[in-house]
């Protein structure tokens, strides 16, 4: 009889998150709330105040800019720079990890 090969079934492994991606997607989501680059109240603080549908026209009309408009435009290309330079820091040095407020190495 011959003996069955078993396989470990490995887990998918969850990519950790970048902090370099996670500044890419704070500076889109604070354009989407803001409207602007630099900042200011805006989405957030309309559906504190209960007023959501004028909370959703302007993530609309935000959306709409960040896409159409050179301010909008930036932030998107920013972001996608940052995220890019973030995923090949890890790519090309994947033992290099940041904590707390030094850079250190794992071995």
């Known amino acids: ?6 396989y470990s079934r490995r887990k998918p492994a969850m990519p950790h ?7 890419a997607g704070l500076s889109v989501a604070q354009y989407l709330n803001a409207g602007t680059a630099s900042g200011g109240s805006g989405v957030i603080k309309q559906v504190a105040d209960g007023n959501l549908n004028s909370a959703f026209t302007s993530l609309s009309k935000n959306a709409i800019n960040l896409a159409t408009s050179p301010a909008g435009k930036a932030v998107l290309s920013t972001s996608i720079v940052l995220a890019t ?7 090309w040095f994947p033992n290099t990890r940041l904590g707390g407020n030094k850079l250190y190495f794992k071995i």
Request: no cysteine.
């Open 1 to 6: 009889m011959a003996r069955r090969k078993t």
């Open 17 to 23: 998150p970048s902090i370099t991606g996670m500044a």
């Open 85 to 91: 330079a973030g995923g090949l820091a890890r790519k």
